[in-house]
Nanobody, 124 residues
Framework: QVQLVESGGGLVQTGGSLRLSCAASGPTFSDCAMAWFRQAPGKERAFVAGITCTGGTTYYAGSVKGRFTISRDNAKNAVYLQMNSLKPEDTAVYYC?????????????????WGQGTQVTVSS
């Protein structure tokens, strides 16, 4: 059974940093794209960042580019999101997702497995 478990969320002040982690159990995900999405209250789930299977190519939403960095460790079946210069508008539940395909998609419907989410709250 595939399980994704996120950790690292919390409360931080504007300008602060957090590092989210997502540990995957089950089949190896070295052939799969991985991504982070977020969902704020009253809004749809939105793409934040994605990374290809080998980690060679990364993709970011415009709102986080230059502030967030996605990385992965295939030996640990893990993906990370380093978030710097956080803003109140980054407040959301952050979800880790796996797509059983090599390419990253901005479409949440194309991802096959999801974590339970971790809350990130940025105070002003």
């Amino acid at each position: 059974q595939v399980q994704l478990v996120e950790s690292g969320g919390g409360l931080v002040q504007t300008g602060g940093s957090l590092r989210l982690s997502c540990a995957a159990s089950g089949p190896t995900f070295s052939d799969c794209a991985m991504a982070w999405f977020r969902q704020a209250p009253g809004k749809e789930r939105a793409f934040v960042a994605g990374i290809t299977c080998t980690g060679g190519t990364t993709y970011y939403a415009g709102s986080v580019k230059g502030r967030f960095t996605i990385s992965r460790d295939n030996a640990k079946n893990a993906v990370y999101l380093q978030m710097n210069s956080l803003k109140p508008e980054d407040t959301a539940v952050y979800y880790c997702a796996v797509r059983m395909y090599t390419g990253v998609s901005y479409n949440a419907n194309l991802y096959d497995y999801w974590g339970q989410g971790t809350q990130v709250t940025v105070s002003s």
